[in-house]
């Protein structure tokens, strides 16, 4: 990577915010593409911003976009994962990206796609054993297949056009900023929100799933080390981004609610997790989920630095 710019798609979401403050430290100029408006606490830290959703804009425009930019990276960190149907899904998360790697294939130099992809990808595991990158997929939601769909379309390109792609593929993500339509980003919205001396009612079902969490400043530097690393090392590739150890997600619950000091009371009538299901990203009937790291560490020269309660600490603080 040299000091062209980098271009984020989903700029304004939960990760891409994260992402463009790693690029700024890293001193790359960065250009932010969102379909939402940013403002107060989700503007992104860019030096230019584009208000512009791929899906409805000509083909072109969006090529345009980053032959103007000059960028030798381009980052998907867009998509859907809660409350859409799965036709909303498949175009956010699939769709956006057949298109995009059009428009990277039109610019003169061809830079780097580096697609967000998910541990939902690879569906249901087996305790004990985390997925390397060559497990086979089975994913078992709409949000894991219309993402598969999307790394797929991206090492096709690599394959049949030279394209210079790579497909990230990350655990839940947790830290500062996390969405409230996802587990823990309810959780703490509902215990910054509590006020008085008396407890607070949970009501939700005991999440028994096992999954990898990782912190999103820890995406956002491999993301970053991805962008730097020797084409050799990482184009056509899959790696996967998590901490590599998959824990119960009650136990990261009850550790939330410890670290919040809010006392909590719980409710006999329990209904089941918000939206997102077990481990915060995707409705799954999957009980054990975790990512063998190794290959990041090897090519990307990373590893996840932050522990779970400094992701937790830094999403209370955050909310």
């Not at 655990?171 to 008085?196: D, E, M, Q």
């Not at 999103?216 to 090392?233: K, Q, S």
């Not at 996967?240 to 719980?266: C, I, K, W």
Request: hydrophobic share 45%.
């Amino acid at each position: 990577m040299t000091d062209a710019p980098v271009v984020v798609l989903g700029a304004t979401g939960f990760l891409g915010r994260h992402l463009c403050a790693a690029f700024r430290s890293a001193g790359l100029r960065v250009t932010g593409i969102s379909r939402g408006l940013p403002g107060g606490s989700a503007a992104p830290p860019v030096e230019r911003w584009e208000h512009l959703d791929p899906l409805r804009e000509p083909p072109d425009r969006l090529a345009r976009l980053l032959d103007e930019t000059g960028a030798d990276t381009v980052v998907n960190a867009a998509g859907q994962v809660w409350g859409v149907a799965p036709e909303q899904q498949e175009a956010a998360n699939a769709d956006l990206v057949g298109r995009l790697l059009d428009a990277v294939a039109s610019v003169p130099g061809r830079p780097r796609l580096i697609q967000l992809g998910t541990v939902h990808e690879y569906g249901p595991g087996t305790a004990g054993r985390p997925f390397a990158e060559d497990r086979p997929e089975a994913p078992d939601t709409a949000y894991g297949r219309t993402k598969l769909r999307a790394t797929r379309a991206v090492l096709d390109a690599v394959r049949t056009s030279g394209a210079d792609g790579v497909v990230l593929r990350v655990a839940n993500v947790c830290g500062a900023g996390a969405p409230t339509g996802s587990l823990l980003g309810s959780l703490a919205a509902r215990l910054a929100a509590h006020r008085g001396p008396g407890p607070m009612e949970w009501d939700l079902a005991p999440a028994t799933a096992w999954r990898d969490f990782v912190d999103a400043v820890d995406v956002a530097e491999a993301v970053v080390a991805c962008a730097r690393a020797p084409r050799a090392l990482v184009t056509g590739r899959v790696v996967n981004v998590g901490s590599g150890r998959a824990v119960l997600v009650q136990d990261v619950v009850d550790r939330l609610v410890e670290l919040s000091g809010v006392p909590v009371r719980r409710s006999a009538a329990a209904r089941p997790e918000p939206g997102a299901g077990p481990g915060g990203s995707a409705s799954s009937a999957a009980a054990w989920q975790a990512l063998d790291v190794t290959l990041a560490r090897r090519v990307l020269e990373w590893r996840p630095r932050r522990g779970l309660d400094d992701s937790l600490r830094a999403l209370l603080a955050a909310v």
